[in-house]
């Protein structure tokens, strides 16, 4: 069974099959790529407990920067984010993103109960 959440014409804030749960990408505005992406894991956060997960259950996370320069801010904020031995597999590269002001764009998959 296939469980779509807050659906849209575009897309669906999570969908949920054979207990994976797969986000929607998530950006946020800020000044700085810290900023940034704080505001992106806060909302994954939500995202992670209305589809039943946690930071703990995430199985694979791709990030994409617009700027790889942006690389240690990242990892300044993400590194204190993530549960101690729980680490996801983990994918970082740099794309355009969807607006100029976009710095980094989350794409979370994360097992359920």
């Given at each position: 069974m296939?469980?779509?959440?807050?659906?849209?014409?575009?897309?669906s804030k999570i969908v949920k099959h054979n207990g994976v749960a797969y986000l929607?990408?998530?950006?946020?505005?800020?000044?700085?790529?810290?900023?940034?992406?704080?505001?992106?894991?806060?909302?994954?956060?939500?995202?992670?407990?209305?589809?039943?997960s946690s930071r703990e259950k995430m199985l694979r996370v791709t990030i994409w920067l617009a700027d790889m320069q942006d690389f240690a801010g990242l990892n300044e904020?993400?590194?204190?984010?993530?549960?101690?031995?729980?680490?996801p597999a983990r994918a970082c590269g740099e794309a355009k993103l969807a607006r100029p002001e976009l710095k980094v764009e989350f794409i979370v998959d994360a097992a359920y109960e």
């Open positions: 296939i469980e779509r959440i807050e659906t849209g014409e575009r897309s929607t990408g998530q950006v946020a505005e800020g000044e700085t790529i810290q900023d940034q992406v704080r505001t992106c894991l806060e909302k994954i956060d939500a995202l992670l407990e209305k589809a039943g904020v993400w590194n204190t984010w993530v549960p101690a031995g729980h680490a």
